[in-house]
């Protein structure tokens, strides 16, 4: 069977491909606006022995995600619009043709938590998505909370951490950050991103 996993290059994900490799072939799937390059996932998906494909993301959905992060002073409902954009993308299946290492698509996967605040896909959002693209959803750390998360990639993975600016990754804020400047300023990115740390894996332990 086959998956395909949203991947920013980070351990959540990380763990949620190794969780389903027993079961499923899976490919780490990083979405992009064309605003920044997916290698640090390329790099980080071939760092621990998984295929790698980029879909293509509707620069408007990013679009209007900034102005309402913008407009809220803060980046959650705009996080939120653009997982579930790229959730539904991803499950939609038209970029399968091209990615030689998936016949047909059983599944789409994520790696949002038990605790995690945003992104989430809440189980009416799963349900149709499941609906309407024939595919299984699936969240496998969705029942785990942080200290364990924490302690299972201690034992896994080769893990480099800080400031969620200065990590390379393929995630959304990545891309938001960027049309937030462009659009509204540095000082737009300081006002609404808050200080975080952000995970790059680099390999298996």
């Known amino acids: 069977m086959d998956c395909a996993l949203l991947f920013s290059g980070g351990k959540d994900s990380t763990l949620a491909a190794l969780l389903l490799d027993p079961f499923y072939d899976v490919t780490l799937v990083s979405g992009t606006f064309g605003v920044r390059d997916a290698e640090p996932a390329r790099e980080a998906a071939a760092a621990v022995g998984f295929d790698h494909a980029t879909v293509d993301l509707d620069p408007d959905v990013a679009h209007e995600a900034v102005e309402r992060m913008h407009d809220d002073g803060y980046p959650r409902n ?7 954009h790229a959730v539904e993308t991803v499950a939609a299946g038209e970029w399968v043709a091209d990615v030689a290492a998936v016949e047909t698509l059983d599944a ?31 969240a496998p750390l969705a029942g785990i909370g942080r200290g364990a998360i924490d302690a299972m990639a201690a034992d896994r993975l080769v893990v480099e951490r800080g400031p969620s600016a200065e990590i390379p990754k393929a995630d959304y804020e990545v891309e938001l950050r960027a049309l937030l400047r462009a659009e509204h300023g540095d000082g737009a990115v300081d006002d609404v991103f808050p200080d975080h740390t952000q995970s790059r894996v680099r390999g298996l332990r």
């Open 108 to 138: 789409v996967a994520d790696g949002t938590r038990r605790d995690d605040r945003v992104p989430t896909v809440d189980r009416p959002l799963a349900q149709s998505v499941e609906d309407r693209f024939g595919v299984d959803y699936l």
């Open 78 to 84: 705009g996080i939120q619009r653009v997982h579930e």
